[in-house]
């Protein structure tokens, strides 16, 4: 599996990103059909429903709003996340 390390708060309001849930979304489709996809690449904020690719950090809605996203690394079974000036998606 991959490890990913984001900074706990939505850019929306302040939400804590850890209550939120890891899950898929819907994807664009035919109209009256849903289909439901990339499971386990997003993180749902728990307040009002914001959605964000955890590779990128950027919301599904507009490539301008993100959450901070950390390096992580995985070193002799240990997973550590890199923190410092300059992150990856920063």
Known sequence: GEYHAVLNYCPHQG?????????GTTLPSEVYD???G???EIV???WHGWEFDLQTG???FSDRIRVKKYKVE???GRIGVVMGRKQAGS
């Open 34 to 36: 849903y289909e439901y």
């Open 15 to 23: 939400a804590p990103i850890c209550a939120g849930l890891v899950s």
């Open 44 to 46: 749902r904020c728990p």
């Open 74 to 76: 995985v070193q002799e």
């Open 58 to 60: 950027k919301s599904l």
């Open 38 to 40: 990339r499971a386990g």
